[in-house]
């Protein structure tokens, strides 16, 4: 599986878009990239995956480039609640088990 | 949210006893893991499984052993407790989305671990 690369840390203020970048520069075709999130002491949360086209759903947007090289995962009106460790992760979809390989993540903190 | 418990979800044992940790799923999917997870660290995968005795090793499996009798319960063995595995193990179920070709991943609530 690809490796990832993300910002340690970030801020966002209340009730603005945070948006989360992720390098994957040697992703490969058949890999699809994930965005799980971990709020303190929880288990991880899925929250969206794609391929090749921008993907949205309920919690966010996946904006991935034309190259496949990375991808932005979008919180259009952050909270205090999504304040948590984002996980960025690539993987080949099928196989015999869908094995992921967390990173340590981008720390988002949400502040008033 | 997902059917998954895990239990016990806090337990402090001594160096060197046996510890089970249960995962119990209610979704009927195929595909079950166990993770560890330590301070700085993201999840390391332990074991999974992809079937009722069909189970193989993660990256972080030495000290661990892992059973699946029955497609809900995927149990974790630390077969003598040693300070290292110290940590909250999480357990996770998959199984692939017809809709969207992928294999999304639900994680139950964590079990703490302390080996004294």
């Known amino acids: 599986d690809a490796k990832t690369t993300q910002p340690p840390s970030m801020d966002c203020a209340e009730g603005r878009a945070a948006n989360l970048p992720c390098n994957h520069s040697t992703i490969s075709g058949n890999e699809y990239v994930y965005w799980y999130r971990q709020i303190h002491s929880q288990g991880p949360q899925y929250i969206i995956h794609?391929?090749?086209n921008n993907e949205t759903n309920e919690m966010a947007s996946l904006i991935i480039t034309e190259d496949r090289k990375s991808s932005t995962l979008i919180l259009p009106h952050a909270t205090l609640r999504d304040t948590a460790v984002y996980y960025c992760?690539?993987?080949?979809?099928?196989?015999?088990?869908?094995?992921?390989?967390f990173g340590t993540g981008t720390r988002l903190q949400v502040t008033l | 949210d997902a059917g998954i418990t895990q239990s016990p979800r806090h337990k402090v044992t001594e160096t060197g006893t046996p510890v089970t940790l249960r995962c119990h799923q209610t979704e009927n999917h195929r595909y079950m893991y166990w993770y560890r997870q330590d301070p700085g660290h993201g999840l390391r995968l332990i074991h999974y499984?992809?079937?009722?005795?069909?189970?193989d090793k993660g990256e972080v499996s030495d000290g661990y052993s892992v059973s699946r009798s029955k497609t809900e319960d995927f149990l974790l063995t630390l077969e003598s407790a040693t300070s290292s595995q110290t940590s909250v193990y999480f357990c996770a179920i998959s199984e692939q989305n017809q809709a969207s070709y992928g294999y999304e991943q639900y994680f139950g609530p964590g079990t703490r671990l302390t080996v004294t």
């Open positions: 794609g391929l090749k």
């Open positions: 499984s992809y079937g009722v005795k069909d189970t």
């Open positions: 992760i690539v993987r080949v979809a099928g196989g015999t088990a869908s094995k992921l390989t």
